[in-house]
Nanobody, 114 residues
């Protein structure tokens, strides 16, 4: 079955950096479009970044600060987050869309303190 396991969240000060990781299993990883979403308290889940064979795309609020990348040899997608702001505080979820529907990781909390 499809499994996505995130790690790397935590507490960081404004302007700091964090890198999230997501290890995927049960899919043909190198063919998959992988994405990171986030959901803050009281807000809808939103796309942060996505990566496929065709390239990457980012949500407007993170362009220039976040970078998504992948290592197909170890089935892992990363989200490098720089210049973090309090409004980046959220639970971050790894996502993959398959023919059977979307799959989500358990989420990892990122808290940016001011």
């Amino acid at each position: 079955q499809v499994q996505l396991v995130e790690s790397g969240g935590g507490l960081v000060q404004v302007g700091g950096s964090l890198t999230l990781s997501c290890v995927a299993s049960g899919i043909i990883f190198e063919l998959a479009t992988m994405a990171w979403y986030r959901q803050a308290v009281g807000k809808q889940r939103e796309l942060v970044a996505a990566i496929s064979g065709g390239g990457t795309n980012y949500g407007d609020s993170v362009k220039g600060r976040f970078t998504i990348s992948r290592d197909n040899a170890i089935n892992t997608v990363y989200l490098q987050m720089n210049s973090l702001k309090p409004e980046d505080t959220a639970v971050y979820y790894c996502n993959v869309l398959t023919v059977n529907g979307p799959y989500w990781g358990q989420g990892t909390q990122v808290t940016v303190s001011s």
